[in-house]
């Protein structure tokens, strides 16, 4: 059987159109959206104009029941499988790419002629992708416009190297300034403080920039002589929230300012004495949760292919703090550097004004 009547499940006649061909099918493969395999079939049932949906090693089930996948990237999957679908579906396909909106907007009444389909198809293209039905499928596609609508739309990258690499340096330029324009100098101050003249620190982010911004708060502070710890496993950060004391600090790093389990490990930590510092953004959960924000309003450039910006800005911080700390403890910083400075003096380096160990 082609792969285009398979995926088509009920759909019938050459072209996919509804009426022009009544032959039943049994037993056809039907796309599974949580693997990417065929995995179901789909069942012409004695007298009925409907598929039933059958799971491998299940019995069938009515197709008002439908397959359930709740967490079902319903975009990625028609991305995915476009160029599998019958000429019908692949209609509805195309419509729901390249006009989410508009189609979530439109009842079956207007999508039916705006599209050129016919209702059962509508219906059927709405199982066929993992859903219950037009309405669950809409549900779906508004999910993703949510979170991944920009993503769809055609990008256009800079044409010349040159151009990259002066919209890199500007986009930090940019994020930086605005680090320093929007960071509140009094919380800034007590941060510092809170840093100095801490028993312990702890230093808290997961993800792709948070995990590897909390080793440099660790790389910056450690050479001051300040005791501090890091973690990016959210098990381990709220055990070690559980275990603070008075005097000991809590530093919380998250680019979104939305990640629950740091904010359940700040709130763990408050709860037996630490102080919470937050470096996030401005009107985040994590920014009034914690005692100390160092929330900065800056935002994303927008750009899905290039790196984000904000790494520039939180890092800004970072050194803001590890300078204010140095200067504060003078003595101590001095002594710690100096020691470093001549291991690798001894061991290593020839040329005394090169960076201590970086």
């Known amino acids: 059987m082609p792969l285009?009547?398979?995926?088509?499940?009920?759909e019938t006649g050459p072209l996919g159109t509804a009426g022009q061909d009544?032959?039943?099918?049994?037993?056809?493969?039907?796309l599974n959206p949580s693997s990417g395999h065929f995995g179901l079939t789909c069942e012409r049932g004695e007298g009925d104009g409907e598929p039933h949906v059958k799971h491998p090693g299940g019995a069938a089930s009515s197709s008002s029941d439908g397959p359930q996948?709740?967490?079902?990237?319903?975009?990625?999957?028609?991305l995915d499988h476009e160029g599998e679908l019958s000429r019908s579906h692949a209609?509805?396909?195309r419509a729901i790419l390249h006009y989410p909106r508009v189609f979530v907007e439109k009842s079956i009444e207007e999508l039916v002629p705006w599209l050129g389909v016919s209702a059962p198809t509508i219906t059927r293209f709405s199982r066929i992708v993992g859903c219950d039905g037009l309405r669950d499928l809409k549900l779906k596609v508004m999910s993703s416009m949510r979170v991944g609508a920009r993503y769809l739309e055609p990008a256009t990258p800079p044409a010349t190297l040159a151009e990259v690499s002066e919209r890199v340096v500007m986009r930090a330029q940019r994020a930086i300034l605005e680090a320093q324009r929007t960071v509140d100098v009094g919380m800034l101050d007590r941060a510092i403080d809170l840093l100095t003249?801490?028993?312990?620190?702890?230093?808290?982010?997961?993800?792709?920039?948070?995990s590897w911004l909390v080793e440099e708060v660790h790389n910056r502070l450690f050479r001051l002589g300040l005791r501090i710890s890091t973690s990016s496993d959210h098990q381990m950060q709220?055990?070690?929230?559980?275990?603070?004391?008075?005097?000991?600090?809590?530093?919380?790093?998250?680019?979104s300012g939305n990640n629950a389990e740091l904010i359940r490990a700040a709130r763990i930590a408050a709860d037996y004495g630490a102080v919470t510092i937050g470096l996030t953004v401005v009107g985040t959960p994590l920014a009034r949760t914690?005692?100390?924000?160092?929330?900065?309003?800056?935002?994303?450039?927008?750009?899905v292919l290039g790196p984000t910006?904000?790494?520039?800005?939180?890092?800004?911080?970072?050194?803001m703090l590890a300078y204010g700390a140095a200067i504060r403890s003078t003595a101590q910083a001095q002594d710690k550097l100096r020691r470093i400075k001549q291991q690798f003096t001894t061991f290593r380096d020839v040329d005394d004004t090169q960076p201590v160990s970086d």
């Open 290 to 303: 914690v005692a100390v924000p160092l929330a900065l309003a800056v935002v994303d450039d927008g750009d």
């Open 197 to 210: 003249h801490s028993r312990m620190i702890y230093a808290f982010g997961s993800g792709g920039v948070s």
């Open 91 to 93: 209609k509805i396909a």
């Open 22 to 30: 009544a032959r039943p099918r049994r037993n056809v493969s039907v």
């Open 4 to 10: 285009r009547t398979a995926l088509e499940c009920a």
């Open 238 to 255: 709220m055990m070690l929230a559980a275990t603070v004391e008075r005097g000991d600090i809590v530093f919380c790093s998250s680019l």
């Open 309 to 319: 910006s904000l790494r520039y800005a939180f890092l800004t911080v970072v050194d």
């Open 69 to 78: 996948w709740p967490s079902h990237d319903v975009l990625g999957h028609i």
